[in-house]
């Protein structure tokens, strides 16, 4: 809710030519609002409930790979090398980060969970591609429009099956739902529609692996939380995906 009141709010702010919208997006909108929140809200939601969350971060953190290969199948795109070695790097650095104290238990009593979070991944990796098809017009409005039509199909889901008018939110978990609409969702999606437009939907994907790396580093220094030998090692393989995923720096690396 409180992400589409952002996005309403910059609206006033675009030009009338930026706020002009093809016809022909209007599907498009569709398609990625089921694909992009839909889909991977309720398969997350209901795969976590059986799968623990270190487990879960590593098949969240397999969109870059799914992305690559829809690409590769559906899409007729052709990878280099340079992406498909930091595609690997970027997620051993993921299992790495994720990898629990204990070690990965045996999950194969969650075999429906680890199938619905490997789904969403797929989901996440094909919505990316699709918003390679909104190519021109403004990044706000386009992401308003894909929220507006995910709300109206998830609101009544959550009345009908969750009983959310029951909920009872204290104040701070308020603002809280707040932050996060604004940042997490109205924000980033904006975001991401810019970044597809200048490098793609692959580059875009290894948002993937940035994140839990970011997410690390700030609750170390804000939080105080405590980081492993393994968490560093990890940080230290996606910082190397990167570099494979320029070819440009590698070639200056070649020709030193």
Same mark, same amino acid.
């Given at each position: ?32 609002? #089921? ?88 989901? #996440? ?132």
């Amino acid at each position: 809710m409180y992400r589409r009141y952002l996005f309403t709010l910059l609206w006033f702010f675009l030009s009338k030519e930026e706020r002009r919208v093809p016809r022909s997006y209007y599907k498009w909108y569709i398609i990625i609002a #089921f694909f992009e929140v839909v889909l991977p809200f309720v398969f997350i939601a209901q795969g976590q409930k059986s799968v623990p969350s270190s487990f879960a971060a590593v098949l969240i953190g397999m969109v870059p790979v799914f992305t690559i290969l829809l690409l590769l199948a559906f899409f007729k795109r052709k990878s280099t090398k340079p992406e498909i070695t930091s595609i690997l790097f970027g997620f051993a650095g993921i299992v790495f980060l994720s990898w629990p104290t204990q070690g990965f238990q045996d999950h194969s009593n969650s075999i429906q969970g680890n199938i619905l979070l490997i789904l969403a991944a797929m989901s #996440f990796g094909l919505s990316l591609i699709f918003m390679e098809k909104l190519n021109e017009g403004s990044s706000v409005i386009h992401m308003r429009n894909v929220l507006l039509i995910a709300s109206a199909l998830l609101i009544p889901m959550s009345l009908l099956f969750e009983q959310s008018f029951k909920l009872d939110l204290a104040r701070s978990q308020s603002i809280y739902l707040a932050i996060l609409g604004i940042f997490h969702a109205g924000v980033v999606y904006a975001l991401f529609n810019r970044l597809i437009r200048q490098e793609g939907a692959l580059f875009t994907s290894y948002s993937n692996y940035i994140v839990p790396a970011i997410g690390m580093i700030l609750g170390f220094f804000l939080l105080h939380e405590a980081l492993s030998i393994h968490q560093l090692i990890g940080m230290g393989i996606i910082m190397m995906s990167l570099v494979f995923l320029d070819g440009k720096i590698i070639t200056k690396l070649i020709r030193k």
